[in-house]
């Protein structure tokens, strides 16, 4: 009895190793460049920083990223759950070359799909030439940042809600139809909440994702300051005046926020979960 | 013979050739052999007879290497001055030198070096680029006044590109502030060449009567995108025809005109323009014996020597001596009232007043 009480080795050998190599990947991956991006920014003074962070223009360029990203988050939940929905529930021609195509946007540069897009929806593009016609810009104004935006996040939530999707028992359906519940109240009482806690976890990423992203979306914004700049422009701009801790400061502004948000969708998903274990 | 690896990040090569330097960062090194075609035989013994200098006398012949970082539109111009640089070299009796060069946002060309990249020479768009790795003691802070003419062996202008027959009519600076005119040009927080823009239009300004500052303000909001670099500003105008005006670089937009044709663009000269002048410096911090040193120091002189001036002339520069340029390279430049960065009181006053943190640029768009 007295043995069960004192920590002991867990039965699984290499604990140590591993947690070893876990540490020292974190520190050097992680841990350390945030932390340097923290010194940087405590060093220049809170005072300076908020001086720095306080100004029209910097609070524009953060809400058009947060703002956007979050849109384009959501965008991303509604459309995720879809696609994932119909990549795992029906069968038809082609279902694989579609669940390949959604990884696409992991594995081309930024650059490249920043560049492909803006091609498309320039005014002389082929989407842009039509919704010009329409009177409606997207190349080089808000919306462009959007689509930039959902493009980047789109695999996030449909490659977290897949598995889940997958090995979800349909029996809970079937019992709910038996149950006399009609299909909407089966859809939203039963498989919605079941598959929220993976797909917030798909919505975080993909706001963590559209919160950095610099590559594609500098292509396609116009960067009109206080209009279609975004954070990380910002960020780059100060660097070209050789200003590293106006930059810090900016860049400590954006760890804040996305820290408060994914702590957030953390305890909705917490919420969540507990929500249908309760059920 | 030059071998050029490029590294591009983000770009393929189906895009448009002039875009993948808006991502990318390029290294041509420059001829270790420069072998014009020759029979197998010739080629034999030159190869053995080689072999055994190199054999005889690796120590003494241990071959130089320079890193020139440089900017964006210069790489076509270095590419080929390094091979003329490194046969002038070797006709001086000297070993056949290894020549990289490096090109992307001055700005960034800068910082790399500041960072610690290992250049001997930087050639750059602006000296307050140069002047931030002085800064730092990597070079002498008399620099410019090392080598002639500010330490800038070729000079460019500002001038206007506009669409096939000139539809809006645009002559001069103010033509650009009319209705509904766009005007595309980079921003000049991230791209050192589109200082020299906005300064031009500050000189016109000035030298008609007009409030500079209205009129810059005037200027930047007729400006649909603001591109972080000149190469993808060209990009913006040209591809996707966005704007009926782009200020460009003289030497980029005839670039421009010869790699997209010039039955789609035509180049106005405006009345007023400014002398842009892209400085070239060795880091003498990074040099690390006297044979290098004075191989960094040829090969910055040798760019005041009439072939290479002859060179840049061909690569749409305004050089200094046209003793044995082209002649129709030199007669395609028209004179005109060109100002100079002195008349802005140079730049260590010019980048803080109009491009530093909530300086006049800055005011353009967020009212004081």
């Known amino acids: ?64 990223s947060f703002r956007l990203s979050a849109l384009a988050a959501l965008f991303n939940l509604v459309f995720g759950v879809l696609l994932a929905w119909v990549l795992v529930r029906y069968r038809f021609v082609g279902r694989r070359l579609f669940d ?32 010009a016609h329409l009177g409606w810009r997207v190349a080089y104004t808000q919306w462009g940042i959007f689509v930039a935006l959902v493009f980047v996040g789109l695999p996030f939530v449909v490659r977290t809600v897949q598995p889940v999707l997958a090995t979800m028992d349909r029996e809970l359906e079937e019992a709910s139809a038996t149950l006399g519940a009609s299909r909407t109240r089966t859809i939203c009482k039963v498989i919605l909440p079941m598959l929220m806690p993976a797909a917030l976890t798909g919505v975080a990423l993909a706001l963590a994702r559209a919160v950095g992203e610099y590559g594609s979306v500098i292509f396609i914004a116009g960067n009109i300051p206080m209009r279609t700049e975004i954070a990380p422009l910002l960020i780059v701009i100060q660097l070209e005046e050789f200003n590293y801790d106006a930059a ?32 | 013979m030059t071998i050029e690896i490029s590294i591009r990040i983000g770009a393929s090569r189906g895009l448009p050739g002039h875009m993948a330097g808006r991502t990318s960062a390029h290294y041509a090194i420059a001829p270790v052999v420069t072998a014009p075609r020759r029979s197998l035989a010739k080629r034999t013994v030159a190869a053995v007879i080689t072999g055994a200098l190199v054999l005889g006398a690796a120590g003494a012949l241990n071959a130089q290497t320079l890193l020139n970082v440089s900017y964006d539109p210069t790489r076509e111009f270095y590419r080929e001055y390094n091979t003329q640089f490194a046969n002038w070299w070797q006709a001086q009796g000297n070993a056949a030198p290894k020549l990289e060069t490096s090109h992307g946002g001055s700005g960034a060309q800068a910082r790399a070096v500041m960072d610690g990249l290992n250049a001997q020479v930087v050639t750059l768009a602006l000296a307050s680029d140069i002047d931030k790795i002085a800064q730092m003691g990597k070079l002498p802070a008399d620099w410019q006044s090392r080598l002639p003419h500010n330490a800038s062996p070729y000079t460019s202008t500002i001038v206007f590109l506009v669409r096939k027959g000139n539809p809006k ?43 500079p500052k209205a009129f810059v303000h005037d200027l930047y909001a007729h400006v649909p995108v603001l591109d972080s670099g000149a190469r993808g500003a060209t990009t913006t105008f040209a591809q996707r025809g966005i704007g009926d005006v782009l200020l460009a670089w003289e030497n980029e937009a005839y670039l421009a005109l010869e790699q997209m044709g010039d039955d789609a663009f035509d180049i106005v000269v405006p009345s007023v323009s400014i002398r842009a002048e892209p400085p070239v410096a060795m880091v003498t911090a990074n040099i690390k014996d006297d044979d290098q040193r004075a191989l960094a120091q040829a090969y910055l002189e040798h760019l005041y020597a009439p072939e290479a001036q002859a060179l840049a002339f061909k690569h749409f520069y305004r050089a200094w001596d046209t003793s044995a340029a082209a002649p129709e390279d030199v007669a395609r430049f028209p004179k005109l009232d060109l100002v100079g960065i002195e008349d802005f009181g140079g730049w260590s006053k010019a980048q803080p007043d109009h491009f530093g ?7 353009i768009y967020v009212p004081q």
């Open chain 1, 1 to 64: 009895m007295m043995a069960a009480l004192r920590p002991r080795r867990s039965a699984m050998p290499g604990f140590g190793i591993t947690m070893g190599v876990t540490l020292t990947m974190l520190s050097l991956v992680v841990l350390l460049p945030i932390g340097a991006l923290v010194i940087k920014g405590t060093a220049f003074g809170p005072e300076a920083v908020w001086e720095v962070v306080n100004r029209p223009r910097t609070w524009a360029a953060l809400w058009l």
């Open chain 2, 357 to 363: 943190d909530g300086g006049i640029f800055d005011q």
């Open chain 1, 100 to 131: 390949a195509a959604v990884d696409l946007p992991f594995a081309l540069p930024t650059a490249v799909a920043g560049i492909a897009l803006t091609t498309l929806y320039a005014p002389n593009g082929v989407f842009g030439s039509v919704l």
């Open chain 1, 248 to 279: 810090a400061a900016i860049g400590l502004a954006m760890l804040a926020i996305s820290f408060v948000l994914l702590l957030a969708i953390n305890l909705l998903q917490v919420w969540s979960r507990r929500r249908i274990e309760n059920a």
């Open chain 2, 169 to 211: 009519h645009i002559q001069d600076w103010d033509d650009l502030t009319g209705d509904g005119i766009e005007v595309i040009t980079p921003n000049p927080k991230t791209s050192g060449g589109a200082r020299w823009n906005y300064l031009a239009a500050w000189a016109w300004a000035e030298k008609n009567g007009k409030d």
